[in-house]
């Protein structure tokens, strides 16, 4: 059975949702932070970074949140990833843009305000950073404009790894209600079974 390694409330989260999405079993292999279990030896075999999510399958692994997402999609649900060869091409820039261009700031911000003492915070940088936000969510609210989907009138890795890394901004308090067609596309898509049974394993962690 595959093993992921890591907390949904982290990047393994997108990886939890997409395992959901292919309806595979699984089992997880819990990563104990506090106790440095993701630097241990043992770990660093599984991913010389030391970092979560790792995906074991039988002699199989694979690290990069959206480069699990991808094996999963091949193996077990090949539309997740576009119908043809610019669909594919298109699903893959959606997810080189929202792991290089839209989390980068957000997990900036993020990590000065909630694991940066009050006292070491760096407000330059955390507004900096702000200060990038508005424009990449007029990007994706623009793209958005008539349409339920990012790539190809239908679900995909695109709007799943996009998703998984606006959804938080809802922890940095950005507020994005003004982008309406960002909104309609997340609230369709939150009504997905896999999507709400992630959730669910999600708050339950
Ligand atoms: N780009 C990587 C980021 C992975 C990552 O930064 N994981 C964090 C948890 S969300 C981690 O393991 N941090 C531990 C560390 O940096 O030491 C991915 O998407 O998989």
Redesign the pocket.
């Known amino acids: 059975m595959m093993k992921i390694y890591?907390?949904p409330k982290?990047?393994?989260g997108?990886?939890f949702w997409t395992l959901e999405e292919c309806g595979v079993k699984y089992e997880v292999g819990k990563?104990d932070?506090r106790q440095r279990e993701?630097?241990s030896p043992e770990f660093l075999k599984l991913?010389p970074?030391?970092?979560?999510?790792v995906l074991e399958d039988g002699d199989f692994k694979i690290?990069?949140?959206?480069?699990?997402n991808s094996y999963l999609a091949h193996s077990h649900l090949p539309e997740l990833l576009g119908s043809d060869i610019k669909s594919k091409s298109l699903v893959n820039q959606w997810s080189f843009w929202a792991?290089a261009e839209l989390?980068d700031p957000i997990?900036q911000i993020f990590i000065q305000l909630i694991f940066v003492p009050e006292e070491k915070r760096n407000y330059d940088l955390v507004k900096k950073m702000q200060d990038k936000l508005p424009v990449l969510f007029q990007v994706l609210d623009s793209s958005l404009e008539g349409k339920d989907f990012l790539v190809g009138g239908q679900f995909s890795l695109a709007d799943l790894n996009v998703l998984s890394v606006v959804e938080i901004t809802k922890e940095i308090k950005f507020d994005y209600s003004k982008y309406s067609n960002i909104l309609n596309w997340e609230k369709q898509i939150s009504g997905r079974d896999a999507y709400k049974r992630y959730k669910h394993i999600q708050a339950e962690s």
Do not use: D, T, V, Y
Request: glycine content about 8%; overall charge positive; charged content about 15%.
């Open positions: 890591g907390s982290s990047s393994a997108r990886c990563i932070f993701h630097k991913n970074n030391g970092k979560i999510p690290w990069e949140s959206m480069a699990i792991l989390q997990i």
